[in-house]
DNA sequence: CCACAAAATGAATGCTCATTCATTCGATTA
DNA sequence: TAATCGAATGAATGAGCATTCATTTTGTGG
């Protein structure tokens, strides 16, 4: 087995265990048990246990920052931007429950960390959708008086919670078409009936 | 010293530590230094490390729900109610960023628990929020085809990404006044610039 | 002031892993 | 076939730390 495909075994083990049990209680052997290697082995390709979380987080990142973009290459409004990421991202989650888990546990983790990593993929992930905002309210399709630094977070916030739903059992009675359509609604028109009468 | 004191002292210094550390990094000689107790003294008031956890949160939560029960009490329009629950949550947020950091770190730790843990008070916190909805609805303030149960997830998800704000320096520039009519806005009348034009 | 109980102490225990590294494996080359 | 060397192994190490409990301190009622 050539090394890249080791390498990634022992990714994909470790997201699955780190999304079980959580980063503290999983043991390197569990995860050297789940990639059918030596306990050994993983310290050959990463240098300790907090950084296998980072590698998971950066490459799983990594790849809704890639597969978002690729799907917004070609659209132009803002709007359905939006709309496209939102879709994107829940549905992804509901996918792949391990994703879901690893991202809430780094994300705990690295709170502090986070300070000291700028370039890391998580921000880039955040900006699109700050990105997406500023296009908007450039072309006059979003309110101006929205700070894209904050929205940024409410949204991906939200997401996240919600998306937690299809974690804990409780609640799954929900699809995600409803969820998607849902969160896009509340945050492009806001749960007001007459919006008119608003400020 | 009663016993009331020391038990309340020791959830304060837990408060303190697992904020600062985390739940797992925490030592409970790090919490008993803390309170100035001995470390076998913690056990006098709590089963295990976990127990304190559950029960920092529990008290923690729990101040907030009769906190926001006591502002709300005499409200009677929806929108309003909505707005200061927000609004209390975000300002406690920011004034106490230990209970910030807690509630972050229970919330991850007891994910899996949580299914098991019905009547807790998180639950109860969540269910103002909806509560509050379904009553806006009641009363059509707010849209029939928000989901309660889907909104009061997304809202504080989003108070709770955005309040980390405080937590993590960057960005410190906000104002809680701000950051409240930010996050009050979005959810009452979303981002569109023209949502009439929606649907 | 004493006797007793309750509360508090903190050193000792024992277990749990992350990490290391001496050894083995297996592929490659001559 | 033998020599070489990077990759892989997994048992052993040792540090860390929650929890316990024999002992001490504090408080109370007579």
Redesign the pocket.
């Known amino acids: 087995?050539?090394?890249a495909d080791?390498h990634s075994k022992i990714i994909r083990a470790a997201t699955k265990v780190f999304a079980k049990k959580g980063f503290?209680?999983?043991?390197?052997?569990?995860?050297?048990k789940e990639a059918?290697?030596?306990?050994?082995?993983?310290?050959?390709?990463?240098?300790?246990?907090?950084?296998?979380l980072l590698s998971v987080f950066e490459e799983k990142i990594g790849k809704l920052v890639e597969q978002i973009n690729t799907h917004l290459e070609k659209e132009e409004d803002p709007r359905r931007m939006l709309e496209i990421f939102i879709a994107n991202h829940l549905r992804e989650m509901k996918k792949n429950r391990n994703l879901a888990e690893v991202i809430q546990i780094e994300l705990r983790q690295t709170n502090k960390m986070i300070k000291d990593y700028r370039n890391n993929k998580f921000s880039e992930y955040l900006d699109i959708i700050s990105t997406i905002i500023k296009r908007g309210q450039a072309g006059n399709v979003f309110r101006q008086d929205v700070l894209p630094g904050i929205a940024k977070r409410a949204i991906f916030g939200a997401m996240n919670e919600v998306a937690r739903i299809w974690n804990i059992n409780i609640d799954s009675e929900y699809k995600v078409e409803e969820i998607e359509s849902q969160v896009i609604k509340i945050f492009l028109i806001g749960i007001l009936e007459h919006p008119e009468k608003s400020d």
């Open positions: 087995m050539k090394t080791k503290f209680n999983a043991r390197i052997s569990d995860i050297a059918k290697v030596a306990d050994g082995t993983i310290y050959l390709y990463f240098n300790n246990k907090y950084d296998m």
